[in-house]
């Protein structure tokens, strides 16, 4: 059961109208790691889990703060769009201050949502649900949090390079500090359950389906061989149960691929000789 509180999680409040910078923002609200992308991601993993309870409490905790956040970013992005000048597009082409200053607005803040945000990226793609994970395996799905929260933060870091709005700032700042305690969580949670499960998912695979005289070998498939001189060419392997090596000239083992002649009914190109 979810409740609405009628406050913001933080401060969602520019200095001034910016609807060019708005239309930046979208990124972090509708893009792939943007902030609908984690809330649906988490709360999916949460309402499927069926694990242990603890993980599924932080699942669904973070979920719905990632809610919050999408409240905040959406705030922001509608008081950066308000009162724009609508009619002023038409001659940004004319006037090269108005140009600079709505010539990279969104059109569809203006015709669409009526200088509100939308679930979209900075371009106007439409969010996509194909951005979210939940599995059903804890590992592999913190494994993917992991990563959401490190290209969020990213992009986070990146639009506060591109602004000098106070107010923008400071939600930034504190979605900046929010990621760096979600990527510590999901790293802890990691750990956790690599100790109790192993470091390879699914750790439930028999031995005897995996073709094992292949599972630590590191690969030389492209020029030079510098990637022969990092941890992961030799040594004992992080799941502890083999020793990485290194394979200079990786031999095929499959033979010549052939097929055979297409049927008639398929209309193909029959064989030439």
Known sequence: ??????ELQF???????DPVYAKKLQEILGGQFGEISVAMQYLFQGWN???DEKYK?????????EMGHVEMIATMIARLLDDAPINEQEK???????????????????IVSGLGAMPENSTGVPWNAGYIVASGNMLADFRANLNAESQGRLQVARLYE????????????FLLARD???????????????????????????????????SYSLMNFSEGEESKKGSWASGKAPDGNGEFDYVKKPKAH???????????????TPPLD
Do not use: C
Not at 92 to 110: K, L, Y
């Open 1 to 6: 059961m979810f409740s609405h509180k009628k």
């Open 11 to 17: 401060h969602a409040k520019p200095e001034r109208p």
């Open 49 to 51: 889990a069926r694990g």
């Open 57 to 65: 409490d932080l699942i669904m905790d973070t979920g719905a703060e």
């Open 92 to 110: 940004a082409a004319e006037d090269p201050v108005i140009g600079s200053i709505m010539g990279g607005m969104n059109p569809h803040h203006a």
């Open 162 to 173: 591109i602004t000098d709005d106070p107010g923008v700032k400071d939600m930034l700042s």
């Open 180 to 214: 760096t305690m979600h990527q510590n969580q999901w790293i802890a949670a990691i750990k956790e359950l690599e100790e109790k499960r192993g470091t390879t998912v699914p750790s439930t695979v028999p031995s005897d389906w995996e073709a094992t005289d292949f």
């Open 254 to 268: 499959g033979g010549k691929q052939e097929l055979k002649p297409a049927p008639s009914y398929v209309h193909g």
